[in-house]
């Protein structure tokens, strides 16, 4: 979390969120705080009883794992802001955070050094195809590949398509980052292989970093190298 982050948190009068993230602000929220949590799927209710908080004219945060802005709520808020015709009544601020992205490959060493593209798993919002597709041309184009929400109690067969189509176009031997819970209690980290990508535990706290021909890992870290020439 950001220093403003935690700064707008604790002045905000109302704090919004999905109950699995209030419960990763306990230490910050006072008594004196409105909060309003439900769960997964509630998405755009959550988001428009804090649009009436606000109109009511309180100051209200509404909360996202990582960044707003990176499959958080920031984009569905100001949705509805200007669907609702909200916007001169309500001033919105995106406070930045720091995304699984960010925080997995800092845990892994540098393997975003290079071009990458992040590709979410889950078929909640996007049809399965859409995303199969999205994940030939990441590979394709030989991207580092970010994979978020790649497995979950009830989504198991994605994961392992993911990683057939990923074989058509990569090494077996590609290096392979898994962090589970980065920076947060439980965390894991592995750098293993994109053949022995499922020999380990992944759930939906996973955030999966796909190497590119170039990646490299040495004892301890995952590396993409930039293209600087250090052999002079």
């Known amino acids: 979390m950001s220093y403003q982050a935690k700064h707008v948190l604790q002045e905000s009068e109302v704090v919004v969120g999905y109950t699995t993230y209030i419960e990763l602000i306990q230490d910050i929220i006072a008594p004196h705080q409105t909060v309003i949590r439900s769960h997964m799927k509630k998405e755009v209710e959550r988001a428009l009883e804090a649009l009436e908080e606000a109109k009511a004219g309180k100051v209200v945060s509404v909360i996202s794992s990582g960044d707003a802005g990176i499959y958080g709520m920031a984009g569905l808020i100001l949705e509805l802001l200007y669907k609702n015709n909200l916007e001169e009544y309500i001033e919105v601020e995106i406070v930045p955070g720091i995304s699984a992205v960010q925080a997995a490959a800092a845990r892994l060493g540098a393997p975003l050094m290079h071009d990458f593209a992040c590709i979410s798993l889950s078929d909640l919002l996007t049809p399965w ?77 996973t955030t999966i970093i796909i ?7 040495n004892k301890t870290h995952m590396i993409t190298p930039r293209g600087y020439n250090i052999h002079e």
Do not use: C, W
């Open 129 to 205: 195809q859409t995303i199969v597709k999205r994940i030939h041309h990441a590979a394709q184009g030989d991207f580092v590949i970010v994979l978020y929400n790649p497995k979950s109690k009830k989504r198991i067969e994605q994961i392992q398509e993911a990683v057939d189509i990923l074989l058509q176009y990569k090494k077996t031997d590609t290096p392979v980052g898994i962090v589970k819970s980065a920076y947060r209690e439980g965390e894991e980290v592995h750098i293993s292989s994109l053949e022995s990508l499922l020999e380990h535990e992944i759930d939906m706290f």
């Open 211 to 217: 190497g590119n021909q170039s990646t490299f890992m």
